[in-house]
């Protein structure tokens, strides 16, 4: 990081720097620490890039400049570090004109800032430096590069450098980029930063991954390449699968086709992995759209395209999926695969039967006409009568509801399990609730990416979920009714909400501020920003991350009235009570993170962390 410039002004007389070996002086605006050393004039920003420790009360011993605070060690002439971990620290011209030493403190920069952000990133990445993924994430935002660049740095990180293929960080990271328009702009940083460091902590220690080329001809077709996909899945073949697969992709066909694909194996066995290799793999796709934008355009990553390394990083997990049907509380006390096997036409790969039905529920719907559910379809699938969830199901699509909206019901039925799930059970059974709704939440997405048949496997895997976690809504914890609480202030709503969050045992006050929130006409994008803030300053895992995303999706599709039925008042408020609740049971922590965040904010300001 050595420049040249010729902006000099005096520092110190030279005498006076043999005499004491080093020197701290403060040019405009600048400190910087001059050094004595073999014979020669050094001086360097004072700061450690590291942490900020004064390098003038280092050490200088044959060329090498040694921080005391953390040891990090510095080639004096160019201030290159020996340490991955900590950064090049600023050198500055010197200049000795009768005697007296002058140095520049204002150099030009020889490098753009984003691109030193850019590598370190990398850096961060490969090493797994907390501190450096958070310097790099802040410096690249406030260098004005869009988070979409350091995230496709990351993506693809994430597909290459994991044997495991895709897992929870790339899917944090996806989380944390669609709630990104909803957070204010130091939480984007934080948000940035809490999917980066996800990312390289799943991947520290992991071999690489090493790719299967695509098939040598591109003209199988799709439903045989599909066939084949699935057979190599079943059998558990990740190798065969992913040759399928990259063909595919090879052979240009579209976006929808490739989630056809890819849908199709991640529901031939129901609800597989507690529902994490669909959500993996709609995650996937989301991820792709905001680095690539349209479909294979590759339009942050010049001619090439992330997509097959990354699809092909979902192989893994699919292939190594646990199988709801070989679970014993699908199989006992009532055989709930048997339920879905008569109404798919087969086993649980099969989807002739429901074939059968969406052909009768298009000739059922007129021109224009859109399906409704019938009047207590939500009582049925929160009731207690698999047989009755089942029968009004395939009902729903023999009368036309497409998998779109018939996901969208069966969603809201998986949100109202945490809204209303019960305190009095243990703490872990958060984590049933959580998984079936953010499994809703998957396949709700998916739908609105391709109308594969298979999908609906999927939506009958919630609601058999929905069915399953019953018992923990027993007794259900009550939902604020809209109007329940007027007459207070939205701000010091939130005010309180985030006062909640900072202690614990505030599941039911948490739910019942948001019905307040919303009973005094709160602004919605008010209380995500304030949900948003309270996640991200914590020490947040996996599920957390996931749950807030998935809700404000959630809430933002029932709010647009876009997608399934219309939806009533207390029926939209739902995501967001849940959610509430969810994050009042997880917090506080001990926001080791988030100090972290902090230290590498206030390095990034120029700010001092050490204190004499």
């Not at 018992?471 to 007027?486: V, Y």
Request: hydrophobic share 40%; net charge negative; proline share 5%.
């Amino acid at each position: 990081m050595s420049s040249k410039s010729g902006g000099f002004v005096e520092a110190v007389p030279l005498e006076t720097l043999k005499a004491d070996g080093r020197e701290l002086v403060s040019r405009n605006g600048t400190a910087i620490a001059l050094f004595y050393h073999e014979g020669e004039v050094r001086a360097v920003d004072n700061r450690c890039p590291h942490m900020g420790f004064p390098l003038a009360e280092g050490s200088v011993e044959d060329g090498i400049l040694t921080c005391h605070w953390h040891h990090a060690r510095f080639e004096l002439s160019c201030g290159d570090t020996f340490d991955p971990w900590a950064d090049d620290v600023q050198t500055y011209p010197v200049e000795v004109r009768d005697g007296t030493v002058y140095v520049d403190p204002n150099p030009p920069l020889e490098r753009d800032p984003a691109d030193h952000w850019a590598d370190r990133l990398e850096t961060g990445l490969e090493e797994n430096l907390r501190l450096v993924i958070g310097k790099s994430t802040i410096g690249l935002l406030d260098a004005g590069v869009d988070y979409r660049e350091p995230m496709a740095t990351t993506v693809e990180f994430a597909a290459r450098y994991r044997e495991m293929g895709w897992s929870s960080g790339a899917t944090i990271l996806g989380c944390m980029a669609n709630v990104m328009d909803d957070l204010e702009p130091d939480d984007r940083k934080r948000a940035l930063y809490t999917g980066v460091r996800h990312v390289a902590n799943d991947c520290a220690g992991e071999a690489p991954n090493f790719d299967q080329p695509s098939f040598s001809t591109t003209d199988v077709p799709f439903e045989r390449l599909k066939n084949w996909f699935r057979d190599c899945v079943e059998v558990r073949d990740a190798d065969g699968a992913e040759r399928c697969l990259r063909t595919a992709i090879a052979a240009g066909y579209d976006e929808a086709a490739v989630a056809k694909l890819l849908f199709a194996a991640a529901t031939d066995h129901p609800y597989l992995s507690t529902g994490h290799v669909l959500d993996f793999a709609n995650t996937a796709f989301e991820c792709l759209e905001h680095v690539e934008g349209d479909w294979g355009t590759g339009d942050l990553g010049g001619n090439t395209t992330l997509a097959p390394d990354v699809l092909a990083s979902l192989i893994d997990p699919l292939v190594t999926a646990s199988r709801s049907d070989e679970r014993s509380s699908w199989r006992q006390p009532i055989d709930l695969v048997a339920l879905l096997e008569d109404v798919y036409g087969g086993d649980v790969t099969e989807t002739s039967g429901l074939e059968a039905l969406a052909a009768t529920g298009e000739e059922a719907l007129e021109d224009d006409e859109t399906w409704e559910p019938p009047a207590g379809f939500q009582d049925t699938l929160l009731g207690d009568d698999p047989e009755a969830i089942v029968g009004a199901l395939a009902d729903a699509i023999e009368s036309g509801a497409s998998t779109e909206a018939l996901a969208a019901v069966v969603a809201r039925a998986a949100a109202t399990r945490v809204a209303q799930f019960g305190v009095a059970n243990e703490f872990s059974d958060w984590n049933t609730v959580h998984h079936t709704f953010t499994y809703a939440n998957a396949v709700h997405q998916s739908t609105r990416r391709t109308d594969a048949i298979e999908l609906y496997r999927g939506i009958f895997d919630v609601a058999i979920n929905v069915y399953l976690d019953r018992f923990l809504n027993t007794p259900p914890a009550p939902i604020p009714e809209p109007g329940a609480n007027e007459g207070e202030a939205p701000e010091a709503i939130l005010e309180g909400l985030l006062e909640t969050f900072d202690r614990e045992g505030g599941v039911d006050e948490a739910g019942r501020l948001v019905g307040a929130f919303f009973d005094a006409g709160g602004d919605p994008a008010a209380l995500k920003r304030t949900l948003g803030h309270a996640l991200l300053r914590e020490d947040a895992g996996f599920h957390t991350l996931q749950n807030l995303e998935a809700a404000f999706r959630q809430f933002d599709l029932l709010e647009a009235g876009v997608s399934g039925p219309p939806a009533d008042e207390r029926t939209r408020r739902v995501p967001m009570i849940a959610t509430a609740r969810y994050l009042a049971a997880h917090f506080p922590t001990r926001r080791e993170a988030e100090q972290t965040f902090q230290i590498a904010s206030r390095l990034n300001r120029g700010e001092a962390i050490h204190e004499e």
